[in-house]
């Protein structure tokens, strides 16, 4: 499975919109954390299921988007973060060492 960069905002609005399920990885390129995370996060990115759409933001070049995600899914800003939106509303928030793909699917089912 492969990650949709995020790169505009329109996007956000797309995956309010969306009835399926979206998993939103919000990545720092300046933080060890975040980095520990992201390695965690892809090595079991291939868990999700098929219908589940990855969407990956590096929050560094894009802080608009990142404003945007806690805005429109009303959610606190955390980097890393890790979210699962289903049916438009977020579901499950995860942050810095709390992030887990094994946690995401108990929630997605």
Known sequence: MSWIKLENISQLQDIKADEGISVIFKHSTRCSISMMAKKSVDMDLDDLPATVKPYFLDLIAHRDISKGI???FDVEHES????????????L?????????EEALEVIG
Do not use: E, T, W
């Open 70 to 72: 806690a805005d429109i």
């Open 80 to 91: 890393p973060q890790l979210l699962v939106i289903k049916n438009g509303d977020c579901i």
């Open 93 to 101: 928030d995860q942050s810095h060492s709390g992030i887990s793909i």
